[in-house]
Each structure stands twice: as C-alpha cells, then as structure tokens.
C-alpha cells in the first residue's frame, strides 16, 4: 500500500514545491518592484479616502532586497508634494501621507498655511470633483483649498485655522530624513506627532487609486475611483 502511494505522495511533492516557488516569486516581486495598499483610515482625505487601494510604485527611488529595507541600488530620492508609503518611527505601521520637506528645508505651518525656507505656499479654491467621495457632513465641517508645493497643486482639508497642530514652529529637516503631512490636516499622524522619517524607511511612491469600495454602503464600489492617478 505504502509503495503505490509513493507515486501520487512525489507529484503532491512536486506540486507543493512549484506552489511554494510561484509564491515566492510573486510576493518578492511584491516587496521588491510593485504593491499595493488598502487605506483603513481618512489621513489623506479629500485626496485618498477610507476603503481605496493604492497603487505603490516601489522601484520608484531605488532597488530592495525583498522582504526587508536593504537597499541594493539608489536611483532618485521622495520630492515635495509626492505621495510616499512608509514604516511610522512611532510604531513600525505602514502609513501613507505627502512628503512636505526634504533634507535641508526649513517648514513651519501657521493656522494650516505651510511655509518651506520662508515662503508660504500658494493656495486657491479646490474642484469639486475631489470632494464627490465625502459624505455632505464632511463638506459641512471642514474647509477645502489646493495646495501648491513645487508649482503642482494637491487638495487639503482642515476642521478650522485653529484646531491643534495647525501649527508649528520653524524645524529644518536633518539629513536623510523627511517631513511628512496628511492632506486631512486636522486628522493625521504625522511627522507633527511622530517627527521626521528616515529614508531608509520609505517603502516607495503612491501613483494611482486602482479601486476603491464604500465601508459605509455595503462595501460597493466607489464609481470614479478606479485606475485615476493621485495628484
């Protein structure tokens, strides 16, 4: 009994390994090339919200050894204004905000208007089209602008110019590090909470929002919200 077994055991065998292998493959090429992220929560609100996938480009500043942070090869560094996943220096959670300040500059932010080096950045009135994902008490509550950072505008939203953290002294982002903030100001944990964050840490850039599905009606999907590109 035992040796006609052996036949079917060595093709299950075989099976498992080619699976095993397969796996590997994809969830290297995963860590190492492309990803995508479910966002749980409304930090980038108007721009992300609750319930999108994203889509992360992580050879978008350099090569990784798969399944860790080791950095083969460099190529670019994050720029103002770009949309970056990363490990939180508070508690290793993969977060997703917009990078404010590189290595060098000097950011402040005053009543959620951000200065960098001096200069306060550009703001005027935001489409509309960004807020057709907030529910009507949303838009009630908070106030909307576009931002600009390196002359390409973003959306942002805060409750009011006064809540807490809408701003902070002068700080100069050290070497190797960035400032991060969330387009939903009076909402985010961010380097206002948790303070600079290491290259090193950076998984790669949000380009896209591949999908997106409704918590709050039945997890249907969100019309509009597949494959557009974050601004």
Not at 25 to 54: C, Q, Y
Not at 68 to 92: C, L, M, Y
Request: avoid cysteine.
């Amino acid at each position: 009994m035992m040796h006609s077994l052996n036949p079917k055991f060595r093709i299950l065998l075989k099976l498992s390994r080619d699976i095993a292998i397969m796996a590997l493959l994809i969830f290297g090429a995963r860590s190492a090339i492309a990803d995508w992220n479910h966002v749980p929560t409304g930090s980038m609100k108007p721009t992300i919200v609750e319930g999108d996938l994203i889509f992360v480009n992580r050879l978008a500043y350099d090569l990784k050894v798969p399944f860790t942070t080791w950095h083969i090869a460099e190529w670019d560094q994050p720029k103002r204004g770009e949309i970056v996943v990363f490990f939180s220096p508070a508690n290793g959670d993969r977060l997703v905000k917009r990078v404010v300040g590189v290595p060098g500059d000097i950011v402040a932010m005053h009543r959620n208007r951000v200065f960098i080096n001096g200069k306060p950045l550009a703001y005027g009135p935001l489409d509309k089209k960004f807020m057709d994902a907030l529910t009507p008490e949303a838009r009630r509550q908070h106030q909307f602008a576009e931002e600009k950072l390196n002359g390409i505008g973003h959306p942002v939203m805060a409750l009011t110019n006064d809540a807490p953290g809408s701003s902070f002294a002068p700080v100069k982002v050290p070497e190797g590090k960035y400032l991060m903030l969330g387009d939903n100001r009076d909402n985010s944990a961010d380097s206002r909470y948790f303070g600079f964050v290491e290259r090193d840490a950076i998984v790669g850039r949000a380009t896209a929002i591949i999908a997106s599905w409704n918590s709050e009606h039945f997890y249907l999907p969100r019309r509009g919200r597949f494959f557009i590109n974050l601004p």
